[in-house]
């Protein structure tokens, strides 16, 4: 926490950069409540939610690695600008047209506004600061912040869903990446990175190249894949929740609202926890603890049969996905240089969204044979079965303080050039 403040006391860009995440993760939170109900509401059927937030993320699925190369080969500021302003059009479009299919479209626009606006956020987030030591600090404040919005925006619908609509929502969610948009365009930050002159010139050859690079490192290609099942766990979550809370529960809409709060709340706490960061080995075993954490957050949640109890394994499950996906970011960063690093996040960017994907297919499918905590604890079993396979594959791999390698984008195994990320930034001291 002493990390965290010391940045945003300190960095003044970089508060202005939270700034413009923190009210537009709020809006984001609010309207995810918003979009489940008018899911459930617009399309009677137990593929509603599944079929809405599968769409949002096809862009993803499909050019993750490219939209990883756009960060990669041009300014990443403009780049989360364009995301922002699709996402405005998006959302406005949601709260305007009262049809199923329509909402679909607008779904897969704002889907693509944000497999651009992730990879290219997350590769600039170095950048925003000026003392490199702060790095770990400000990822843990980006995973802070992005989910804040889950924590309090549902807390926010609650309060309006009991005076106005769900469309209201939806138009609370586009004003909110309007002020992001207004908030960004004058901050420094984000410049186009330094290129080797031996790149490939198209952006399929270097998304191509970056699919070769990190592929060929064992030890990420580990932490990709463990951490993209992780989310497939997460995804079948994601569409049990709304019913495991109101039918199994019996909560109100209201209720839904206040345990998503009590899952974001954990989450915070498990990003928090990274903002000093740490050598290679401690990093690995905190991302192995969050796998672990989350499998049996889950796993407790889908046994549980108290509103009381679900509150605490929803807490459990949200600081073990924090955990995840914090020390995920600074394993990415303790490796990989500037030239790279936006590729390596469009791949993290469509693993995960093809792991939410099929397990949104996946849960609409089971959702109508099993109940939803019969489906939260499947989710659970295979999270811990993850942890498991993880730990097995990692126990060799990043064993000492000070074996972290960089890669510069042309070659594995090579010191990365000045403008790369050194090992000792994510150490943090």
Not at 12 to 17: E, I
Not at 183 to 189: E, I
Not at 315 to 334: D, K, P, S, T
Not at 387 to 398: D, G, T, Y
Request: proline content about 4%; glycine content about 12%; overall charge neutral.
């Amino acid at each position: 926490m002493r990390e965290t403040f010391d940045l945003l006391a300190n960095e003044r860009r970089a508060r202005t950069f939270f700034l413009a995440l923190v009210q537009s993760a709020l809006g984001t939170g609010a309207g995810y409540i918003a979009l489940l109900l008018l899911a459930k509401h617009r399309l009677d059927s137990s593929w509603a939610i599944s079929l809405v937030l599968l769409a949002d993320l096809i862009p993803a699925m499909l050019l993750g690695p490219v939209f990883g190369a756009v960060a990669d080969r041009w300014s990443r500021k403009r780049c989360a600008i364009l995301a922002d302003v699709l996402r405005v059009v998006a959302f406005g479009g949601i709260a305007l047209f009262d049809s199923y299919a329509a909402m679909i479209g607008f779904a897969i626009l704002a889907g693509t506004g944000t497999a651009l606006f992730t990879p290219s956020v997350l590769a600039a987030l170095p950048s925003v600061i000026d003392d490199e030591r702060r790095l770990p600090a400000a990822s843990a404040l980006y995973g802070t912040v992005t989910d804040l919005g889950f924590t309090i925006g549902p807390l926010v619908a609650a309060g309006v869903l009991a005076l106005s609509s769900a469309e209201t929502l939806v138009w609370v969610n586009a004003a909110s990446f309007a002020m992001s948009v207004v908030l960004l365009v004058p901050l420094r930050f984000g410049q186009t990175p330094a290129q080797p002159d031996d790149i490939p010139r198209s952006l399929l050859g270097e998304a191509r190249e970056g699919l070769r690079l990190t592929t060929r490192m064992r030890a990420i290609r580990v932490v990709l894949l463990a951490s993209g099942a992780a989310m497939f766990c997460v995804g079948i979550f994601n569409v049990a929740e709304l019913f495991f809370a109101t039918e199994t529960l019996g909560a109100s809409n209201a209720g839904f609202g206040v345990l998503v709060t009590i899952f974001g709340v954990g989450f915070i706490c498990g990003s928090l926890i990274g903002s000093k960061g740490g050598p290679m080995p401690h990093l690995k075993r905190r991302f192995l603890a969050g796998l672990l954490v989350l499998g049996a957050g889950f796993a407790a949640m889908g046994l549980s049969d108290s509103y009381v109890l679900a509150a605490v394994t929803f807490a459990v499950a949200g600081f073990g996905n924090g955990l995840v996906l914090m020390y995920e970011r600074l394993l990415i960063y303790g490796v990989f240089g500037d030239t790279l690093v936006g590729r390596v996040f469009g791949i993290k960017d469509a693993l995960t969204a093809w792991a939410f994907g099929v397990a949104f297919v996946f849960s609409g499918a089971l959702l109508t044979a099993l109940g939803p905590g019969e489906l939260i604890l499947i989710a659970g079993g295979i999270g811990v079965v993850i942890s498991s396979i993880a730990a097995l594959a990692l126990r060799s791999e990043w064993s000492e303080p000070d074996n972290g390698q960089l890669v510069d984008g042309a070659a594995v195994g090579l010191p990365a050039p000045e403008i790369g990320i050194s090992t000792s930034v994510v150490s943090g001291d």
